[in-house]
């Protein structure tokens, strides 16, 4: 079965930098997911858009912004990177989000900034 | 806003003897809660849900786990571990609402000895 995927899977830019994450969901999901997950953390929410609009904010920082396009697929870009920024970031889609949809999630993409 | 603890943040235990892998949680309305594993440098997998109905609820890879209402409760169980469940786990609680999204608790890292 399709899985989410992500690219790239890794990633190693300098400070001040910029990165671009990309994910694309499982087909027919309509709703995808970024989260952060920092070195021995949880995984913390970004952003999620359902039908190519933003549906919820996280704690995405204002470097950040992210956009899905027509064939669902989204992007995560990353601007003024900083050391704090080093972390996996994983991509979830799932059907419209009813709550009781599991989110299915790619295998991340490791963003080395030193 | 809805939260999720895990109080334990390592859990060993024999292979071979039952394991518990608690979590707790906070929300408003009723729940949807998850259990999601997550090995090295890979992904969240999927584990099990709870939505409604019975409060026992079985997974993957022979996983179980209790909804307690009056506890607010979800821990995760499996009667025979094995060295292969060693991993971190992580619970996640849903809202009912749509546009709601997971929330991660801190993660539980699951050693099984052999």
């Known amino acids: 079965a399709a899985g989410v995927i992500q690219s790239p899977r890794h990633l190693i830019k300098e400070k001040r930098e910029t990165a671009t994450l990309k994910c694309y969901p499982i087909?027919?999901?309509?709703?995808v997911y970024w989260y952060q997950q920092g070195p021995g953390q949880d995984p913390q929410f970004l952003i999620s858009?359902?039908?190519?609009?933003?549906?919820d904010k996280g704690s995405i920082p204002d470097r950040f912004s992210a956009q899905q396009f027509s064939d669902y697929h989204s992007e995560l870009n990353m601007s003024s990177l900083e050391l704090g920024d080093s972390a996996l970031y994983f991509c979830a889609s799932s059907p419209r989000s009813s709550g009781a949809n599991v989110l299915t999630f790619g295998a991340g993409s490791r963003l080395t900034v030193l | 806003a809805q939260s999720v603890a895990q109080p334990e943040d390592q859990v060993n235990v024999a292979e071979g003897n039952p394991l518990t892998v608690k979590c707790t949680y906070s929300?408003?309305?009723?729940?949807?809660l998850f259990w999601y594993v997550q090995y090295p440098n890979r992904g969240l997998q999927f584990l099990l849900k709870y939505i409604t109905g019975d409060n026992l609820v079985k997974g993957s890879y022979g996983f179980e786990a209790e909804f307690n209402k009056s506890q607010t409760s979800f821990h995760l169980k499996k009667p025979s571990a094995l060295v292969s469940d060693s991993a971190l786990y992580f619970c996640?609680?849903?809202?009912?609402?749509?546009?709601?999204?997971?929330?991660f608790g801190p993660g539980t890292r699951l050693s099984v000895l052999p």
């Open positions: 858009f359902y039908e190519k609009m933003q549906s």
């Open positions: 087909p027919r999901h309509d709703t």
């Open positions: 929300v408003s309305g009723n729940p949807y």
């Open positions: 996640a609680v849903n809202g009912e609402s749509y546009g709601q999204n997971f929330v």
